[in-house]
């Protein structure tokens, strides 16, 4: 009877709690309060004491954990994504950890109390500190003897909102002591997606069904909490220890992250729906598999350094939590900064679990994105030594392919030196590569640049006693080479000049042999004979009759600048110029450039039109010494010297070879570590030129020598006035006839007169006093090479003290005293050389 009156005051108790319970539901509300309210504990009804653990993860153990294995209670593993249409799969670093967090707690909004709708922040993982403003409450009253043992239902009040703001309270009352109490929650209060499943007459605690919504800030931090066995008269606040209902998904860099834009994830196959019992720890009834998906557009900001988020705080995915079904995946839209492009990463999760109440945080590595570095360098020909400019070619890029898009993309490349064959490296170019691109910005299509080099340096030739006794030899300081000491007084004078040593010198402007023994020798320009073939007075560069030695102290003759015509050897004869009382030619030549050669130096008017010029012959032959005797055919003696005029010896000029190794690498953009570089070498070659001995060479009746030849048609190297280097003949030109192809000859030292017999007029002109005597024959060339002595003209090539030999001079090199080519007719030994 006991056993039915309980039963009685049970189903009675139940109905006015029924009751109460309709009388006391509360609609949904959101607060904005930051406290974690506790309940008043005063006994006349039920209060909660309401708290969320704060495990999970944090700034704390985020730099704790490597890839693989389990540190800090984190359980970490790699997930390899699906292959792309390159082959080549995304990497997944998933790391699972208990609970929820967030990096520093902060900056989350609550719901408030009289809130409908979730804020943009909802996905952000809920903790103590930012516990919801509201919760859905359920209670279940079950005698005092018994355990909850799931049989009771949840009628004492279901689907109750309680408020922080109101201290948790639920306005109900304590049953008393005959009663145990269980109760269930949820929060948010009405959370979206939330459907009951159950209700106030289904036994067991309470049943819900929750959808995820497919925003990922529209998602919530779904908590639920359970406490059972109270005694109905606790008059305690109810301790509700909530906990995460889902799984919260996050993603963050990996250690292979490149520089780039993570535009949107997606979540291909999921569960969307599923059932929950408030208290249990697993969800079943699994159904709506879709896709969820969050644009991003987050750049991390420092490449390839791990743990930098992705998603945040507020795009935490908050998902079922599940066995992930087969055909699972992660969908990446990534733009690699390298090439601009978007790419689709993608990796399989099939069969992996997201836990409940579990942080699963995603590390993602874009090293299926490859980046393949082309660098080809094409380098410039071999140098000569003589330097030059060639070209090199760069083509530097890389392909960048992936995530289904391949595209190529400049890559800046730059260079570095090595002249000990790779032993060190400087980023400084040797001098001797005058001009080189030593970087560039890169491209798909080769580049052409220029690389020039310079004239390799001269090696004396050991065996040139020449030059190293014209080195040797005390220089001399404004030497007058007029004058056997140097002094100021005009002695001697001549069209061609010997110099010894370096030193500065000058020559006096006077027409060619005019002075002698320092007064003016009028028979050098004024003929005794007479006749049309003769030249009674010689003429200067205006055609007028020469009636001074001194050039500018004739008519019309006055001397405005000096300068160099040619010269033989580089830098021989150098500041050439006129005297401040313009009355001499003055001209240095160093010590360091000194060698035998030769060089026209020229005295000009206002016009640069050339009134004069004479030969610098540089020799260590001292004149006047080694004279040879030698006796003609016809028996005759004459004294000649022991070489011809602008003679200079053989010589072998060795130019060393040199190169450099030029290193170039690509230099890729911050957080790309790949690279590609290619060495190439940059070659001058040496060189060996045997000169054979050479003398200059002259044109009839003209005092203007010409570059000698090293052999047939190879004309010794000259340069001109500026310096620049030539190989070819100097110029040539038909001068006009008698007076006019004299003056022409003076005026124009370096070009070549191509006339048959140059003035066609004269024969005296290298020797004042030839005319008709002796001869018959009235033919002009017969009468040139009549036997008499020789009177030296100002037309004259030769040096001080010796003049152009006489005719018949060399007829003793034959047997017949004739000109022969037959061997067995010449009277000296036939003399041959080779070239080395």
């Given at each position: 009877m006991r056993r039915k009156i309980f039963i009685s005051i049970d189903k009675a108790l139940n109905a006015v709690l029924m009751s109460l319970l309709t009388a006391g539901m509360v609609g949904v509300a959101v607060s904005c309060s930051d406290d974690l309210g506790e309940g008043n504990g005063n006994g006349t009804s039920i209060d909660f004491s309401v708290s969320v653990p704060d495990n999970g993860y944090n700034s704390k153990t985020r730099s704790s954990f490597g890839q693989t294995g389990k540190l800090m209670g984190l359980t970490v593993s790699n997930v390899k994504g699906a292959t792309s249409d390159e082959g080549k799969p995304l990497y997944l670093h998933t790391i699972i950890t208990d609970g929820f967090g967030t990096d520093d707690g902060q900056n989350v909004t609550e719901l408030s109390d009289d809130s409908t709708t979730v804020p943009g922040t909802r996905a952000t993982p809920v903790t103590s500190a930012t516990m919801y403003s509201n919760a859905t409450a359920f209670a279940s009253a079950y005698p005092k003897d018994k355990s909850w043992d799931g049989t009771d239902n949840p009628g004492y009040f279901f689907d109750l909102q309680i408020s922080k703001s109101n201290g948790w309270n639920t306005n109900q009352p304590w049953p008393g002591a005959q009663w145990k109490m269980a109760f269930f929650a949820y929060a948010p209060h009405h959370c979206p997606g939330v459907s009951l499943t159950t209700n106030t007459n289904s036994p067991g605690a309470p049943t819900f069904r929750y959808t995820v919504p497919n925003d990922a800030k529209q998602q919530t931090d779904l908590l639920t909490a359970s406490v059972t066995n109270l005694a109905g008269n606790s008059k305690m606040a109810a301790p509700l220890r909530f906990r995460h209902a889902l799984t919260a998904v996050r993603f963050e860099t990996g250690d292979a992250m490149r520089p780039g834009t993570v535009k949107s994830i997606t979540f291909k196959g999921v569960y969307g729906?599923?059932?929950?019992?408030?208290?249990?720890?697993?969800?079943?009834?699994?159904?709506?598999v879709r896709n969820f998906s969050q644009t991003l557009n987050v750049s991390p900001s420092v490449p390839n350094v791990a743990g930098q988020p992705i998603t945040p705080k507020?795009?935490?995915?908050?998902?079922?939590?599940?066995?992930?079904?087969?055909?699972?995946?992660?969908?990446?839209?990534?733009?690699?900064?390298?090439?601009?492009?978007?790419?689709?990463?993608?990796?399989?999760?099939?069969?992996?679990?997201?836990?409940?109440?579990?942080?699963?945080?995603?590390?993602?590595?874009?090293?299926?994105?490859?980046?393949?570095p082309t660098l080809i360098v094409t380098?410039?020909?071999?140098?000569?030594?003589?330097?030059?400019?060639?070209?090199?070619?760069?083509?530097?890029?890389?392909?960048?392919?992936?995530?289904?898009?391949?595209?190529?993309?400049?890559?800046?490349?730059?260079?570095?030196?090595?002249?000990?064959?790779?032993?060190?490296?400087?980023?400084?170019?040797?001098?001797?590569?005058?001009?080189?691109?030593?970087?560039?910005?890169?491209?798909?299509?080769?580049?052409?640049?220029?690389?020039?080099?310079?004239?390799?340096?001269?090696?004396?030739?050991?065996?040139?006693?020449?030059?190293?006794?014209?080195?040797?030899?005390?220089a001399k300081t404004n030497w007058n080479l007029s004058n056997a000491s140097g002094a100021n007084a005009v002695q001697n004078t001549a069209n061609c000049y010997i110099i010894n040593a370096s030193g500065t010198y000058r020559l006096p402007l006077v027409y060619g042999n005019a002075v002698k023994n320092g007064t003016a020798n009028t028979s050098a320009y004024t003929s005794s004979k007479t006749g049309t073939i003769v030249l009674k007075t010689f003429i200067n560069h205006l055609g007028k009759d020469i009636t001074n030695p001194y050039i500018y102290n004739n008519a019309s003759c006055t001397p405005a600048n000096a300068t160099l015509v040619w010269q033989d050897a580089k830098n021989l004869v150098s500041n050439v110029k006129l005297s401040a009382d313009k009355h001499f030619i003055t001209f240095s030549v160093e010590r360091a450039s000194i060698r035998q050669g030769n060089a026209v130096v020229a005295v000009r008017d206002a016009a640069n039109n050339v009134m004069w010029s004479w030969q610098i012959w540089v020799t260590d032959y001292k004149l006047g010494t080694g004279l040879k005797t030698l006796t003609n055919y016809q028996g005759n003696k004459r004294v000649i010297m022991s070489q011809p005029i602008g003679w200079c010896s053989g010589t072998k000029d060795s130019y060393a070879a040199r190169k450099v190794m030029i290193r170039f690498r690509q230099s890729p953009p911050s957080g790309y570590n790949y690279t590609k570089e290619q060495t190439i070498t940059l070659n001058q070659l040496g060189n060996t030129i045997t000169y054979i001995g050479n003398n200059t060479l002259y044109q009839w009746g003209r005092k203007d020598p010409f570059p000698g030849a090293l052999g047939v048609g190879d004309t010794k190297y000259w340069y001109d006035a500026t310096g620049k280097k030539h190989s070819e003949n100097l110029p040539t030109e038909e001068f006009s006839l008698g007076n006019a192809c004299i003056t022409s000859c003076i005026k124009k030292p370096g070009v070549y007169c191509t006339n048959e017999s140059m003035d066609k007029q004269y024969v005296n002109l290298w020797n004042v006093n030839r005319d008709f005597s002796g001869v018959k024959n009235s033919s002009v060339e017969l009468k040139m090479w009549v036997d008499i002595p020789v009177v030296k003209t100002i037309y004259d090539p030769s040096p001080i003290g010796f003049s152009l030999p006489r005719h018949l001079t060399f007829t003793g090199f034959s047997t017949t005293g004739k000109e022969t080519y037959n061997p067995s007719e010449f009277h000296t030994t036939v003399l041959s050389y080779k070239s080395v």
């Amino acid at each position: 009877m006991r056993r039915k009156i309980f039963i009685s005051i049970d189903k009675a108790l139940n109905a006015v709690l029924m009751s109460l319970l309709t009388a006391g539901m509360v609609g949904v509300a959101v607060s904005c309060s930051d406290d974690l309210g506790e309940g008043n504990g005063n006994g006349t009804s039920i209060d909660f004491s309401v708290s969320v653990p704060d495990n999970g993860y944090n700034s704390k153990t985020r730099s704790s954990f490597g890839q693989t294995g389990k540190l800090m209670g984190l359980t970490v593993s790699n997930v390899k994504g699906a292959t792309s249409d390159e082959g080549k799969p995304l990497y997944l670093h998933t790391i699972i950890t208990d609970g929820f967090g967030t990096d520093d707690g902060q900056n989350v909004t609550e719901l408030s109390d009289d809130s409908t709708t979730v804020p943009g922040t909802r996905a952000t993982p809920v903790t103590s500190a930012t516990m919801y403003s509201n919760a859905t409450a359920f209670a279940s009253a079950y005698p005092k003897d018994k355990s909850w043992d799931g049989t009771d239902n949840p009628g004492y009040f279901f689907d109750l909102q309680i408020s922080k703001s109101n201290g948790w309270n639920t306005n109900q009352p304590w049953p008393g002591a005959q009663w145990k109490m269980a109760f269930f929650a949820y929060a948010p209060h009405h959370c979206p997606g939330v459907s009951l499943t159950t209700n106030t007459n289904s036994p067991g605690a309470p049943t819900f069904r929750y959808t995820v919504p497919n925003d990922a800030k529209q998602q919530t931090d779904l908590l639920t909490a359970s406490v059972t066995n109270l005694a109905g008269n606790s008059k305690m606040a109810a301790p509700l220890r909530f906990r995460h209902a889902l799984t919260a998904v996050r993603f963050e860099t990996g250690d292979a992250m490149r520089p780039g834009t993570v535009k949107s994830i997606t979540f291909k196959g999921v569960y969307g729906t599923a059932v929950h019992r408030i208290g249990e720890a697993t969800w079943s009834g699994y159904t709506n598999v879709r896709n969820f998906s969050q644009t991003l557009n987050v750049s991390p900001s420092v490449p390839n350094v791990a743990g930098q988020p992705i998603t945040p705080k507020e795009g935490t995915f908050m998902m079922i939590p599940q066995k992930l079904p087969v055909g699972a995946s992660i969908e990446v839209k990534y733009v690699d900064k390298l090439s601009g492009a978007e790419r689709t990463l993608t990796a399989s999760i099939a069969n992996t679990t997201w836990g409940m109440g579990k942080t699963v945080t995603y590390r993602i590595s874009t090293s299926s994105i490859a980046v393949a570095p082309t660098l080809i360098v094409t380098p410039p020909a071999n140098y000569t030594y003589q330097g030059g400019t060639k070209p090199y070619k760069v083509t530097s890029y890389a392909t960048v392919a992936g995530g289904g898009v391949t595209k190529t993309v400049p890559v800046a490349w730059t260079t570095e030196y090595s002249t000990n064959g790779g032993t060190t490296w400087s980023k400084t170019k040797p001098s001797w590569l005058t001009a080189f691109t030593g970087g560039g910005q890169g491209g798909t299509t080769e580049t052409s640049y220029n690389a020039t080099v310079a004239r390799q340096t001269l090696i004396p030739d050991p065996k040139d006693t020449h030059t190293v006794a014209l080195r040797n030899a005390t220089a001399k300081t404004n030497w007058n080479l007029s004058n056997a000491s140097g002094a100021n007084a005009v002695q001697n004078t001549a069209n061609c000049y010997i110099i010894n040593a370096s030193g500065t010198y000058r020559l006096p402007l006077v027409y060619g042999n005019a002075v002698k023994n320092g007064t003016a020798n009028t028979s050098a320009y004024t003929s005794s004979k007479t006749g049309t073939i003769v030249l009674k007075t010689f003429i200067n560069h205006l055609g007028k009759d020469i009636t001074n030695p001194y050039i500018y102290n004739n008519a019309s003759c006055t001397p405005a600048n000096a300068t160099l015509v040619w010269q033989d050897a580089k830098n021989l004869v150098s500041n050439v110029k006129l005297s401040a009382d313009k009355h001499f030619i003055t001209f240095s030549v160093e010590r360091a450039s000194i060698r035998q050669g030769n060089a026209v130096v020229a005295v000009r008017d206002a016009a640069n039109n050339v009134m004069w010029s004479w030969q610098i012959w540089v020799t260590d032959y001292k004149l006047g010494t080694g004279l040879k005797t030698l006796t003609n055919y016809q028996g005759n003696k004459r004294v000649i010297m022991s070489q011809p005029i602008g003679w200079c010896s053989g010589t072998k000029d060795s130019y060393a070879a040199r190169k450099v190794m030029i290193r170039f690498r690509q230099s890729p953009p911050s957080g790309y570590n790949y690279t590609k570089e290619q060495t190439i070498t940059l070659n001058q070659l040496g060189n060996t030129i045997t000169y054979i001995g050479n003398n200059t060479l002259y044109q009839w009746g003209r005092k203007d020598p010409f570059p000698g030849a090293l052999g047939v048609g190879d004309t010794k190297y000259w340069y001109d006035a500026t310096g620049k280097k030539h190989s070819e003949n100097l110029p040539t030109e038909e001068f006009s006839l008698g007076n006019a192809c004299i003056t022409s000859c003076i005026k124009k030292p370096g070009v070549y007169c191509t006339n048959e017999s140059m003035d066609k007029q004269y024969v005296n002109l290298w020797n004042v006093n030839r005319d008709f005597s002796g001869v018959k024959n009235s033919s002009v060339e017969l009468k040139m090479w009549v036997d008499i002595p020789v009177v030296k003209t100002i037309y004259d090539p030769s040096p001080i003290g010796f003049s152009l030999p006489r005719h018949l001079t060399f007829t003793g090199f034959s047997t017949t005293g004739k000109e022969t080519y037959n061997p067995s007719e010449f009277h000296t030994t036939v003399l041959s050389y080779k070239s080395v």
